[in-house]
């Protein structure tokens, strides 16, 4: 039997959802540091957590007026600690689009028991942005890492609101352009656009949500994880590298490392350049193959970072087979779809990926394609 696999592999896997794609030219061995197996409450420890902080206000242009703190429990920990610490004062709308958003939906309504207004969409689309009443707070994924979809820009944002915004910002920053005066909470954390480690999460604190904050005490118990406030006072420490709890130095040396890469690059234009590269080539991908479709209809609200690809007549067995197929090859890894999203295919297309190893993994999603779909005797 002749074989048909292509000769070529990506010269890096693809990664659907953190951790992902390392940046190019990243060894361990360029980690090693004085910091590492010494105490982050030691003062190399605190200069090596407040160098990340300052490299991340740096690339993502971030105002002086928002605060960035690093905390434990990746994305989900650090919007977990902002649900939990600053909502209940006023009414509460949270989106629902992907898995993730319904997520917060769930926090909100099972464990806050705050009767929010949940406004949802099907994986592809969108709710009605327009429909949103803005003397709530206001819960949002701005990419939707399970569906492919995002909010389109921060236009639908009045800047002058009663509510805050609280924006699940994982797979969006350093990928989109984000006007930080319309956003009071942001939290990522570093292994979506800098293909950093997992386990920590990153909260950005705007002027409103530090007077929130300072304001309002929630009714219900706060582990010592969420506590960000003091005798009714931000503690500002933990937005200096004094984090709440014991950080992972070595995660902190790569996210470093990713941010300076960053900064060589050109900081963030440079790191948006390379996703929307990355996004149009696999763009050219699906336009070429008649079996591929996005799942995300409107270009306008499409994922540029992780992106949903529908596939025809696919169901669950189908793309998980398809997906082996690929990881056994070492041609691609983890590019099945999330377990909550309709079957289909998930590719990682954030900065730390070459658009060259987008481009080589056309020609292996054919071979998967002819290999599960050949006649068979």
């Known amino acids: 039997m002749t074989d048909t696999r292509p000769a070529a592999r990506p ?6 959802s953190g951790p992902c794609a390392k940046p190019p030219g990243y060894s361990p061995e360029k980690l090693a540091t004085a910091s590492l197996g010494r105490s982050h409450r030691a003062k190399i420890g605190k200069a090596r957590l407040a160098r990340a902080i300052d490299l991340m206000r740096d690339v993502l242009e971030l105002p002086d007026t928002h605060r960035i703190g690093i905390v434990p429990g990746s994305d989900t920990g650090a919007f977990e600690m902002a649900m939990w610490t600053m909502l209940g004062a006023r009414p509460v709308t ?10 917060w939906v769930t926090d909100a309504v099972k464990q806050l028991r705050l009767d929010p207004t949940v406004m949802r969409a099907d994986y592809g689309q969108l709710p009605d942005l327009s429909a949103i009443d803005w003397t ?22 009045p800047a002058t609101r009663e509510g805050l915004t609280f924006a699940d910002a994982t797979s969006a920053v350093f990928a989109y352009d984000i006007d930080w005066d319309k956003i009071d909470v942001a939290t990522f954390s570093w292994q979506k656009v800098l293909g950093g480690e997992g386990g920590h999460g990153v909260i950005i604190l705007g002027p ?3 007077a929130r904050l300072e304001s309002h005490t929630p009714p219900w118990p706060l582990p010592k994880v969420f506590r960000l406030v003091a005798k009714g006072k931000l503690t500002e420490g933990l937005f200096k590298g004094e984090t709440i709890n014991t950080p992972s130095l070595l995660a902190v040396e790569d996210a470093i490392f990713a941010l300076e890469w960053a900064k060589s690059l050109g900081g963030l234009a440079a790191l948006q350049a390379r996703s929307d590269a990355n996004a ?8 070429e193959r008649d079996w ?22 696919a169901d669950a067995a189908f793309i998980k087979a398809f997906a082996d197929l690929l990881e056994r090859e070492q041609a691609a890894y983890d590019i099945a779809g999330y377990r909550d999203a309709p079957p289909g295919l998930r590719i990682w297309c954030g900065a730390t990926v070459d658009t060259a190893d987008i481009v080589a993994l056309g020609p292996w999603l054919d071979w998967a394609w002819a290999e599960l779909t050949a006649p068979t005797a």
């Open 11 to 16: 010269a890096r896997p693809f990664f659907s």
């Open 94 to 103: 949270t989106l629902a689009w992907e898995s993730f958003g319904e997520g």
């Open 136 to 157: 709530n707070d206001v819960l949002f994924t701005w990419n939707g890492t399970t569906s492919g979809v995002r909010v389109p820009n921060s236009d639908w944002i």
């Open 208 to 210: 409103r949500a530090v």
């Open 280 to 287: 149009a080539a696999l763009d050219a991908l699906v336009a």
């Open 292 to 313: 591929l479709g996005h799942l995300a209809a409107d270009p306008a609200t499409r994922s540029r970072t992780s992106v949903c690809l529908t596939v025809a007549g």
